[in-house]
């Protein structure tokens, strides 16, 4: 048995030495200094030094219990018997050549142990080198992320800007001009689009404020206000009783704490309806009436006095379950009846502002007084009575008409100089102007309804309210002034113009160019300077002008087709046109699908017209709607030609 041993243990020996001479192995593309180590490729291990002695130092040879058969130790075979000798050709046939060697062994080098080296198991025969040097490992370099700058106040002549300016206006935050100006107005539609969709309003176009706004889930302003929390609790504040000691009375066209108070204590009570304003309006009269006629021994008059307020703020004071008005009244406006129209009316009499009588009908002539009183009020010139109209008409603090001119500011006009504007015999005319011009205008405005005042030729706050009136029925620009369009639309016969034109395009400047920016203006499609100089902007404004008024090509140019319309009386108004665009599809033929595809070539997305919604037109549109952040289904749908057309 001991001999059998020593057999194995000499056996193991020679096998371990083996194992450590193949793990020196140099593969034969290995340089060393430029040399190959084995040139000639045929020794299975790297030589080593001459000096070198390689020692295996055996430790106590563990010998492994073997494998059990049935729950029976497995014998090991003798040297040069085979696996099948014992009769079971189930055992391994160690077909990757794995040597065993001795379990628990340390390789040394010149009587030194190296580290890492110890034969704890079994290895192959054919096994890689190990390495005798430590793998350098190259830390990955950092690629910088480089962000593009964002659109911001100050960016000029960018289409980049104008894009954004488009969706803007598409989303309802911006209201100007798509000029590739960033201006404070650019800014400030960024950051309300920025408030209402979560993302910090710093009012700069930077990555995530432009994806968000070119999704789908781009919150629009009037989405926005829909889902706005409410800045008024539906539960009053709690009304602190006024000091009463002496004697004082609140009235129609009064304002401040004493009528917030007021107000309040009417809320409370059920009288009045809506928010505390601190002005008494015509609904603050109607529900202090209204209190006053539940209440023993007060009068009637809508005026809060000593006895009204001592009843109003008394512990038993009279409650009501329905409102009888509110401060969140409707708008007046065109059309409008009721006592409201009539109060309205005798508060614009009583200033000045109307000469007719108080009928309690909202017709022209009392849209031009709302009007007149807007302008010399400083308030938004629009002929509609709103809150801040109403407001204002009733606060004590109001303008009075008579012995006033009224001067256009430049909040009304944009600052747009008119003087000299003139095209196809009709001159511009506005406050100061005289003459058989003007008197002719104002017969003409009389004749239709519109009251200019004294017909002496001479234009005045009158006869400018008059013309407002006018071009607010007539979906013009509402600015006060008889451009050429307010004139023909006045004057409008239905006969076309004679004239011939040269045309108009992108570079050109003069008079001509100014006549058309102010045509287009007045008609409600360009909102630029009026400075004779033919820009991008000016361009995009005839593209709308094109569009509405299905002229082709769509190509931004003031040709003699696109000029013989403007200057006709049958050219139509921006605000006359719905904005709501109907779906043209693949198949399509005629003059839409002509109108989508100059835009396209505009935009460089085909290259000719055919009038036929082909193949060519499809995948152009779905070029087009990629690159605008569209669902590209190559079918232009009211989104897509909203942006298509920009406008």
Aim: overall charge neutral; glycine content about 10%.
């Amino acid at each position: 048995m001991a001999k059998r041993n020593g057999k194995i243990i000499a056996l193991a020996l020679v096998l371990g030495l083996c194992l450590v001479l193949t793990g020196c192995y140099m593969a034969p593309d290995d340089v060393n200094n430029g040399q190959e180590t084995n040139p000639g490729n045929n020794m299975p291990f790297q030589t080593l030094a001459p000096t070198a002695t390689v020692t295996v130092t055996p430790d106590t040879v563990a010998v492994e219990t073997p494998a059990t058969l049935d729950g029976q130790p497995t014998p090991t075979p003798a040297s040069g018997t085979s696996w099948s000798d014992w009769g079971s050709t189930d055992q391994p046939t160690n077909p990757a050549g794995i040597t065993p060697i001795p379990t628990g062994g340390t390789i040394v080098f010149d009587n030194t142990p190296v580290p890492g080296m110890e034969t704890t198991g079994m290895l192959p025969s054919n096994s890689p080198a190990l390495a005798t040097t430590p793998a350098v490992t190259t830390p990955p370099v950092a690629t910088p992320t480089l962000t593009p700058p964002s659109l911001q106040l100050g960016f000029k002549g960018s289409d980049a800007v104008r894009a954004v300016q488009k969706r803007l206006k598409e989303l309802g935050y911006y209201k100007g001009a798509a000029d590739g100006d960033y201006g404070p107005a650019t800014e400030k539609a960024v950051k309300e689009f920025q408030k209402a969709n979560g993302l910090r309003a710093d009012g700069k176009c930077g990555e995530q404020t432009l994806k968000k706004m070119n999704s789908k889930d781009a919150k629009s302003k009037k989405e926005a206000t829909a889902t706005a929390t409410p800045k008024y609790t539906a539960t009053p504040k709690p009304t602190h009783t006024p000091n009463l000691s002496k004697d004082y009375y609140l009235k129609l066209g009064d304002s401040g704490k004493r009528v917030q108070t007021l107000q309040r204590r009417l809320i409370e009570l059920g009288w009045l309806d809506g928010k505390v304003t601190g002005t008494y309006d015509t609904a603050t009269e109607a529900a202090v009436k209204g209190f006053q006629k539940k209440t023993k021994d007060l009068w009637e008059d809508g005026i809060a006095g000593p006895d009204t307020l001592r009843a109003l703020y008394s512990s038993n004071a009279a409650r009501t379950s329905k409102a009888v008005s509110s401060t969140n009244s409707e708008t007046l406006e065109f059309g409008s009846e009721g006592s409201a129209v009539k109060q309205m009316q005798q508060k614009l009499k009583d200033l000045g502002y109307l000469a007719g009588s108080a009928d309690g009908k909202f017709g022209v002539t009392t849209q031009a007084a709302v009007i007149a009183f807007q302008k010399n009020n400083n308030l938004t010139a629009d002929g509609k009575a709103g809150s801040a109209t109403l407001s204002k008409l009733y606060s004590g603090r109001a303008n009075k008409a008579s012995g006033t001119t009224v001067k256009i500011s430049q909040k009304t006009t944009g600052g747009r100089d008119t003087t000299d504007i003139a095209s196809t015999g009709y001159e511009t005319l506005q406050v100061g102007s005289e003459g058989s011009a003007v008197k002719k205008l104002q017969d003409r405005l009389k004749a239709l309804g519109y009251d200019p005042g004294s017909r002496d030729g001479k234009f005045g706050s009158a006869t400018e309210a008059a013309v407002m009136a006018f071009q607010a029925q007539n979906n013009l620009t509402v600015d006060g002034k008889a451009g050429p369009a307010t004139q023909r639309a006045l004057y409008r016969t239905g006969a076309k113009s004679p004239v011939t034109y040269s045309a108009l395009r992108m570079g050109d400047t003069g008079t001509a160019v100014r006549n058309l920016q102010y045509t287009l203006y007045e008609l409600g499609y360009y909102d630029g300077a009026i400075d004779g100089d033919y820009g991008q902007t000016t361009s995009d404004a005839v593209r709308a002008f094109q569009i509405q008024n299905h002229i082709t090509p769509v190509d931004g140019v003031a040709g003699k087709n696109t000029l013989s319309r403007l200057y006709s009386s049958d050219a139509i108004a921006a605000t006359a046109v719905s904005e709501q665009y109907s779906t043209i599809s693949p198949g399509d033929t005629g003059d839409e699908v002509l109108q989508v595809q100059d835009c396209l070539i505009e935009l460089g997305f085909m290259s000719q017209t055919t009038g036929i919604y082909d193949t060519v037109t499809v995948n152009a549109v779905k070029a087009f709607q990629r690159a605008n952040g569209l669902n590209p289904d190559g079918v232009c749908g009211p989104s897509t030609l909203k942006i298509l057309f920009g406008y």
